[in-house]
């Protein structure tokens, strides 16, 4: 089976920077794409960002788009997202997520995904 852990979630005023951390564990497993998704309260969860395992060619949401960079390190087996300029409303459970096959026209759907990460929590205050 396939682990996914989250980490780097916390609390940070608008304006500033988080770095959140996936590290993929498990039975040897070589995505072909990796992305972050978030939830907030009462909304679905939405697509922010992915990246192809090899190539690293990646994808952004619109909102996100000069903020966040998505980062993966094939020897490490981790996954990052660096967060800049951050706003109140980028405040959600941020969800890391692997695809087996991965299409880029399916990019944003979570069925797309095959394994998840529990979640970490991100808060921009005001």
């Known amino acids: 089976q396939v682990q996914l852990v989250e980490s780097g979630g916390g609390l940070v005023q608008a304006g500033g920077s988080l770095r959140l951390s996936c590290a993929v564990s498990?039975?040897?497993?070589?995505?072909?794409?990796m992305g972050w998704f978030r939830q907030a309260p009462g909304t679905e969860r939405e697509f922010v960002a992915a990246?192809?395992?090899?190539?690293?060619?990646?994808l952004y949401q619109d909102p996100v788009k000069s903020r966040f960079t998505i980062s993966r390190d094939d020897a490490k087996k981790t996954l990052d997202l660096q967060m800049s300029s951050l706003k109140p409303e980028d405040t959600a459970v941020y969800y890391c997520?692997?695809?087996?096959?991965?299409?880029?026209?399916?990019?944003?759907?979570?069925?797309?995904?095959?394994?998840w990460g529990q979640g970490t929590q991100v808060t921009v205050s005001s």
């Open positions: 498990g039975r040897t497993f070589g995505p072909a794409a």
């Open positions: 997520a692997a695809s087996a096959r991965w299409r880029r026209s399916n990019a944003k759907d979570i069925a797309e995904y095959n394994y």
């Open positions: 990246i192809t395992w090899i190539g690293g060619n990646t």
